[in-house]
Nanobody, 122 residues
Framework: QLVESGGGLVQAGGSLRLSCAASGRPFRNYAVGWFRQAPGKEREFVARIGNRGTSTYYTGSVKGRFTISRDNAKNTAYLQMNSLKPEDTAVYYC?????????????????WGQGTLVTVSS
């Protein structure tokens, strides 16, 4: 089970840190991805971190602003979001992938959280 938290309302230029708490499975065996879905749009890839935390990937629009990390001892992954923009407004989801190959394909992720809403006002 994955449970996201940390979403909310923030002004443009502000910051939020999202958390993804895992339970029920060996968290350290899974890569974790963050995705988002804006109103009326498809769910899209945001970032991914490997199971050891040594490899990270970002979509171009968030590079330099967002940082993905994980603490396997706490079974938790994070998404630090800085310099937020109104276009970052979306429901953010974390997902776990048992595979080791980097992918942005939603279907390749085995488990999903319920999402947390991030709203960035202008």
């Amino acid at each position: 089970q994955l449970v996201e938290s940390g979403g909310g309302l923030v002004q443009a230029g502000g910051s939020l840190r999202l958390s993804c708490a895992a339970s029920g499975r060996p968290f350290r065996n899974y890569a974790v991805g963050w995705f988002r879905q804006a109103p009326g749009k498809e769910r899209e890839f945001v970032a991914r971190i490997g199971n050891r935390g040594t490899s990270t990937y970002y979509t171009g629009s968030v590079k330099g602003r967002f940082t993905i990390s994980r603490d396997n001892a706490k079974n938790t992954a994070y998404l630090q979001m800085n310099s937020l923009k109104p276009e970052d407004t979306a429901v953010y989801y974390c997902a776990a992938d048992a595979g080791t190959v980097f992918t942005t394909l939603l279907i390749r992720y085995d488990y999903w959280g319920q999402g947390t809403l991030v709203t960035v006002s202008s």
